[in-house]
C-alpha cells in the first residue's frame, strides 16, 4: 500500500492549482455516515460488479482477443470501460481494512491478467475493435475507442498509485504513446465522441511528467472546441467530462480562455440546468441536459453517471483558486443526486434518477419490451455504465474530504473521520472531525500539528447555513465570522491539542424554483443540511404523494430514527393527500370553475432523496406542492 | 365520380350504428375555413407529395419488385403505407373542382400502375419483404406488414368509392383473402404489433359483405386484448388506431364488452393523458402517451398521427349513438392538434406538435446530428407517416361533417357549406349552412327537403358554448333550449324554405388544468369557440413567450385580422413580459427569498395555435402564466 501516493486528482505540482491533494490513503472514515456507504460498497458492491462483468462477458471478451478468437462485435462497444471502472474501484477499495479487500486485490489480479495480454503490440488495446489496425478509429463520435482509453489510463494510474505495481501503469503508457501517434497536429484530426480520455490523458502527465499526454490533450479540448462553448448542452455525461478535462487541463496550463470557456459553462448549467438534487439531464432524448429550466420531475434523466461527472468537475474548479460555490454545489450532487444512485445496501444500482415516481408498473401494448415495472433499483443494465462508476467513486471518496495550500489547510467535507497528512511546509498533522453530519451540524475538529505551526485552517461554511457559529478551545473565536458559502479563514499559530467547534445551523428549508422551470411551479423542495428530501408512498398509506399538499404553517420537526433505512433524520409534518386519486370528472375547465381537489388532512413524512425506494416499489415526490399556492 | 358512396365509415348497414354516414361526395365546402385548408392540401400538398414519395422511391420500390430486383431493406419497412395513404389522399382529392385534379387522377394511375403488378400470385403484396413467402411474417410485432396491407385496403375502397374502379379493390380483396388463410383458429396467433388493418378489414367487410374480413378484424383484435384494457396506454398513434377499429368491429357485432373496454379507455384518454389542443402522447420515448397527468408542453410529441387517430376514433364512436361528447373532442382536435400539423399552404408538416417552444436552434457538440434547427414544420421527414395522413384526412373532411339516422339529419361540423343528401326515408334534401366559423358562432342553416318532412333536425350545440341560442324562421323556436355538450333535437314537419339561426356564444375562456398536470399549475390556456389560442414572439418583439404573464383582469379582445395567418380572429389583452430573459442568479432559493421576477407591461397578442410557426422561428406558448397566480 502507498496510502501517501493516493491523490485522487494530483495537483500537487499544478502551476494554476491553488490546492494541494491529500490522499485518500491519508483520510480515514471512522463510523459516520460516509464509512457505512464505503463499507457496504467494498463488501458487497465491488465483489458483486465483478461477477456482474465476468458474467456479462467483460473479461472473457479480452481473454478472445488474446487468443486471437474473434472479436465480441455483439457486445457494447464500451464494455471495455465497465471492467475498467471496476479496477479502479477495486484498486481504491484496497486502502481499507475490510477483510473483503484480499478477495478484490485477487480479483483485481485476475482481471489485469486477462487484460494485459490482449495489448496490442503497438500499445493500442479494445476488445470490440481487436488488434487489426485497419479495423480502429473509424467513427471516433461514435465508437467510444479513446473513451475506453480514457478508463484504462484512469485505472492504471490508480492501481499504480495504490499498489505501487507497474505492470498497468506501463500498458497504459503504451496505449497513450501509441495514441500520440495517430492524433495530433498533422495527424488524425477528429474530436473524441465521448470526452473521458482528457481527464486521464492530464492525470497521466502528473503521474509520469511527460509532457505530450497533456498536450494530447489540450489537442482533443482544442478540436471539441470546449473553451469557446457558451452554454452547457448536450449529452450531460459527456458534457460534464469534457468541462472536467477542460479543468484539469487548464490546472497545468493557465490559460484564461479556457477559465472563461469552463465559467459560462459552469454558470449556465447551475442557473438553468441543474436538478435540486444536484443531478443534471432533462431529457431522456440523447440523454442529454434539454434546454434551460428542462427540468421535468418524474421524466427526470438524471443519470448517475452525470451526476459523478458533475462531482468531478466541481471537484477540479475548487482546486483553482479555493472557491466555495464549487463546493457547495459538490455536496449538494454528493448527499443527493449522485448517492441516489445506489442502494442502502451498495447492490443495486439506478440509471435514471427521476424526482418524482407514481410506483408503479407501466404498460404498452404495443412495445412489450417498453413495459416498465414498478421503478426499483437493478443489480446491473445491459449498459453498465453507472454501478462501476459509483463504487469508484465511493472507494475514492475519502479524496474529497480536504487539501492543503502554501497556506494552510481546507476542509471541504464533514464527517467523522481522521486525516493524517502534512502541511505546505511539511509538518504532519492530525484532524479528527467528530459529528454525526449531516444529521447534526455540529462538528468538533481536534488539530493535532506535531508541532506549533502558523496557518490557516479553511473551514467550509455551506451556503445552506446561514447562522454557522464556532469557538475555538471553548471560546469563540477573534474575528470568526462564517459566512455561509464561504470558506472561513482561521489563521493563527495551531498548537497540538485544539480544538474548533463548528456548529452548522440546520434549519429545514423550504425552497422555491425561478417560476421559468414548469414543473415546479407552486411547489417547493425541502432541504435540512446537505440533504434534499422526498415523500413516499410508503410512509403515506400507499397514497400517490406526488399530489401531497405540504402545509406550510406547520413546522416539519426533525427527527433521528436509527432503525430507518440505516439511520436517518425525518421531517414529520402536516399537510393533506388526495382523498380521492381517481381522474378528474374533465382534464380542463374554465377558470374558477374547477372544483377544488378534494383533501384529506395527513400527517406528512419526509426521508432523505437518497434513500428513497429502499422499501419496495412506492411513489415519491421531491417537490411538494404548497397548500395556500393558489393551486 | 361516384360521390353517392363515399361513405369515410360506411355505417349504413351497421346494426350498432345509430348514426348513417352522408358521403363526402355530397357534401361541398364553400368559401368557408376548411374550404382553404382542403383547396391548398389538393391544389400543394398531394401534388408535392406524390414527387416525395417518389424521390423517396416509394414507387421504385414497388417496380422493383414486380421486376424481380432484390427488395430495398435499406428503406423503412413501412414505406408502402406512406404511398396508400398518398392514394387515398389523392382519391378523395378527385371528388374536388380543383383544376389539379387531372393531374392528379394522372399520378394515382402512375401510383396504381407501379403497385398492382408487384402483388404476390397468392396476393401478398409488400415491397420490403418480397415475394418469397419464406420471409413473411417473421416478426409481426415489429415489421408493419400487417400494417401496410391496412393501408393497401383503405386506400382500394376510398379509390373505389371514389370512382367505382375495381382494380385496386380487387387487389386489397386478394391480400385479404391471403391474410384469412394465415391468420385465424388454428393459423397464426400473433396480434399485430401496430394496428391499422382492423379499421380496413371491417370497412372492407361494408364493401364486400364478406364475413371472413369482420371475422378476421376481430380475432386480431381479440388478440390483443383490447376489451379487456383498463387504460389508454403506450404507443399513441397505435392505441387510438386499435381503439378506432374496435370501435369500428362494435357497431358490426355489438358485444358491450367491447363498448366497456373501449369506454374505459376513452374515459382514460380524455380525463388524464389529452392535451387541450386535443394532441395526444406526452412522451417522445416509444411516441407514447406516457402516465397520467404526463403533459410538457415543449416536450409534448402529440405526434400529428396520433392526433388524427383521436379523431378517427372519436367518429367511430360518435355512430353508436350520436353522443356529443366525442364529437366534441374530434373538433377540439380537429381546429388544434390536427391542423397544426400542417402549414398554412398545406406543403409543410409536423411530425411532432409542442405546445411551447423556445424559438431557438438547440446544440449538442456530443450528437451533432442531434442539433435541431429552429423548430419549424417540413416538407417531408424520413419517416413520413404525418403528412399523407393529413392530405388523406383533409382530402376526406366532407364526410365528417354531417349524418342522418332513421328519425332525422345530424350536424356535427360548422362552415359555410352545402349537403345534398337524402333522409332515411328517401327524401332528398339540400341543407347550406352560412357562417364565419370557427371565428363567427352565427350559423344560418337553410333546410329545404324536396318536400315537406317529419324529422328530427340534430344540432351540435359545443361544450364550449354556454348560451346558444336559436330562431327557427326569425322566431324564437318553441321547446328548443340549446344545452352546451349536447345535440338540440328540433322534431317537426320541415318545409322547404325553412331557415334555423344558431348562434353560438364565443366567450374568450381561460382554461385551467387539473392540478396533478404538473407543466400547466399557475397557467391558463385560451380557448374562443373551438380554436385554442398560443402566443408566438413574433407579435412581442422577439420576446421569449414561455415566461409571458397574462393580466386576467383585462378582457383579450377577439379582432379579426383579413391579412394575417390567412385570415385569423386574433385576441389582443394585455400582461407582462421579462424584463430580462437572461438566466436568474440561482435557479433554488429559499421559500420568501426569491426576488420577484423584474417584469414588464406589454400588449399581448394571441393567434390561433394551429397558425402558430407560420412567419419564421419563434418562441410559442400555449399555456400562460396568469399574474395574481402566486407564481
Same mark, same amino acid.
Given at each position: 500500500m502507498f496510502p501517501e501516493r493516493t491523490a485522487v486528482v494530483d495537483t500537487t505540482r499544478s502551476p494554476y492549482a491553488r490546492l494541494r491533494p491529500i490522499p485518500a490513503g491519508a483520510v480515514r472514515l471512522e463510523g459516520g455516515f460516509w464509512q457505512a456507504r464505503r463499507a457496504a460498497n467494498t463488501a458487497a458492491g465491488i465483489p458483486q460488479q465483478f461477477d456482474i462483468l465476468k458474467a456479462r462477458g467483460a473479461l472473457e471478451n479480452f481473454r478472445r482477443l488474446a487468443a486471437g478468437i474473434e472479436a465480441n462485435t455483439e457486445d457494447f462497444v464500451f464494455r471495455d470501460s465497465d471492467l475498467y471502472k471496476w479496477m479502479e474501484a477495486a484498486a481504491y477499495a484496497l486502502l481499507d481494512d475490510d477483510p473483503q479487500t484480499a478477495v478484490i486485490r485477487a480479483r483485481l489480479d485476475e482481471a489485469i491478467d486477462a487484460v494485459l495480454p490482449a495489448q496490442g503490440a503497438d500499445g493500442y488495446l479494445n476488445t470490440y475493435f481487436g488488434n487489426d489496425p485497419s479495423r480502429r478509429f473509424h467513427n471516433i463520435a461514435v465508437d467510444h475507442e479513446l473513451y475506453c482509453a480514457g478508463h484504462f489510463i484512469q485505472a492504471a494510474i490508480a492501481h499504480h498509485r495504490v499498489t505501487g505495481e507497474r505492470r498497468l501503469l506501463d500498458a497504459a503508457i503504451r496505449f497513450a504513446d501509441y495514441l500520440t501517434t495517430v492524433f495530433g497536429p498533422g495527424l488524425r484530426q477528429e474530436p473524441p465522441g465521448h470526452p473521458e480520455i482528457e481527464l486521464a490523458l492530464v492525470e497521466l502527465y502528473r503521474e509520469t511528467g511527460e509532457r505530450r499526454y497533456l498536450d494530447l490533450a489540450g489537442f482533443f479540448l482544442e478540436r471539441i472546441g470546449i473553451a469557446d462553448f457558451t452554454r452547457f448542452e448536450g449529452h450531460a455525461v459527456r458534457a460534464a467530462y469534457c468541462a472536467a478535462g477542460a479543468t484539469d487541463y487548464f490546472l497545468e496550463t493557465g490559460d484564461p480562455r479556457w477559465r472563461d470557456g469552463l465559467e459560462r459553462q459552469w454558470d449556465d448549467m447551475v442557473r438553468t440546468k441543474l436538478y435540486v438534487t444536484g443531478g443534471i439531464g432533462g431529457r431522456y432524448r440523447g440523454e442529454s441536459v434539454g434546454t434551460a429550466y428542462e427540468l421535468p420531475n418524474q421524466r427526470a434523466y438524471a443519470e448517475t453517471c452525470a451526476a459523478l461527472a458533475t462531482i468531478f468537475w466541481n471537484w477540479r474548479l475548487m482546486q483553482i483558486a479555493g472557491e466555495a460555490r464549487y463546493a457547495d454545489e459538490l455536496e449538494r450532487t454528493l /448527499?443527493?443526486?449522485?448517492?441516489?444512485? *445506489?442502494?442502502?445496501? %451498495?447492490?443495486?444500482?439506478?440509471?435514471?434518477?427521476?424526482?418524482?415516481?407514481?410506483?408503479?408498473?407501466?404498460?404498452?401494448?404495443?412495445?412489450?419490451?417498453?413495459?416498465?415495472?414498478?421503478?426499483?433499483?437493478?443489480?446491473?443494465?445491459?449498459?453498465?455504465?453507472?454501478? +462501476?462508476? *459509483?463504487?469508484?467513486?465511493? #472507494?475514492?471518496? +475519502? %479524496? /474529497?474530504? #480536504?487539501?492543503?495550500?502554501?497556506?494552510?489547510?481546507? *476542509?471541504?467535507? /464533514?464527517?467523522?473521520?481522521?486525516?493524517?497528512?502534512?502541511? !505546505?511546509?511539511?509538518?504532519?498533522?492530525?484532524?479528527?472531525?467528530?459529528?454525526?453530519?449531516?444529521?447534526? %451540524?455540529?462538528?468538533?475538529? #481536534?488539530? &493535532? +500539528?506535531?508541532? =506549533? =505551526?502558523?496557518?490557516?485552517?479553511?473551514?467550509?461554511?455551506?451556503?445552506?447555513?446561514?447562522?454557522?457559529?464556532?469557538?475555538?478551545?471553548? &471560546?469563540? =473565536?477573534?474575528?470568526? #465570522?462564517?459566512?455561509?458559502?464561504?470558506?472561513? !479563514?482561521?489563521?493563527?499559530?495551531?498548537?497540538?491539542?485544539?480544538? *474548533?467547534?463548528?456548529?452548522?445551523?440546520?434549519?429545514?428549508?423550504?425552497? &422555491?424554483?425561478? !417560476?421559468?422551470?414548469?414543473?415546479?411551479?407552486g411547489s417547493v423542495a425541502v432541504q435540512r443540511g446537505p440533504v434534499i428530501y422526498c415523500a413516499e408512498g410508503v410512509d403515506h398509506g400507499g397514497a400517490d404523494v406526488r399530489f401531497a399538499r405540504l402545509d406550510a404553517s406547520t413546522p416539519l420537526v426533525p427527527h433521528f430514527e436509527a432503525d430507518l433505512l440505516g439511520g436517518v433524520t425525518v421531517l414529520d409534518g402536516a399537510g393533506w393527500l388526495l382523498a380521492d386519486e381517481s381522474p378528474p370528472p374533465a382534464l380542463y375547465r374554465p377558470r374558477g370553475q374547477r372544483p377544488p381537489d378534494v383533501l384529506r388532512p395527513a400527517r406528512l413524512r419526509l426521508v432523505p432523496y437518497y434513500a428513497w425506494a429502499n422499501r419496495g416499489p412506492t411513489s415519491m415526490a421531491v417537490w411538494l406542492l404548497l397548500d395556500g399556492s393558489g393551486i
Open positions: /448527499y443527493n443526486g449522485a448517492l441516489a444512485g *445506489v442502494s442502502l445496501d %451498495g447492490t443495486r444500482y439506478f440509471y435514471v434518477n427521476p424526482l418524482a415516481d407514481h410506483g408503479q408498473a407501466e404498460g404498452d401494448p404495443w412495445y412489450p419490451w417498453a413495459r416498465r415495472e414498478p421503478y426499483q433499483r437493478q443489480t446491473d443494465f445491459p449498459c453498465n455504465c453507472c454501478p +462501476p462508476n *459509483v463504487e469508484r467513486f465511493l #472507494a475514492s471518496l +475519502p %479524496g /474529497y474530504f #480536504a487539501s492543503t495550500s502554501d497556506d494552510g489547510l481546507w *476542509v471541504h467535507l /464533514y464527517d467523522a473521520a481522521r486525516i493524517r497528512w502534512r502541511l !505546505a511546509d511539511g509538518t504532519p498533522f492530525t484532524l479528527t472531525q467528530h459529528t454525526r453530519y449531516p444529521w447534526d %451540524g455540529t462538528i468538533t475538529l #481536534a488539530i &493535532e +500539528p506535531e508541532r =506549533a =505551526a502558523e496557518f490557516t485552517l479553511y473551514l467550509r461554511i455551506p451556503a445552506w447555513a446561514p447562522a454557522a457559529t464556532l469557538t475555538l478551545n471553548g &471560546e469563540p =473565536a477573534p474575528g470568526a #465570522a462564517p459566512q455561509p458559502g464561504r470558506y472561513l !479563514a482561521l489563521r493563527r499559530t495551531w498548537q497540538p491539542g485544539d480544538r *474548533v467547534s463548528l456548529a452548522l445551523d440546520m434549519p429545514v428549508t423550504l425552497l &422555491e424554483a425561478d !417560476a421559468r422551470v414548469p414543473e415546479t411551479r
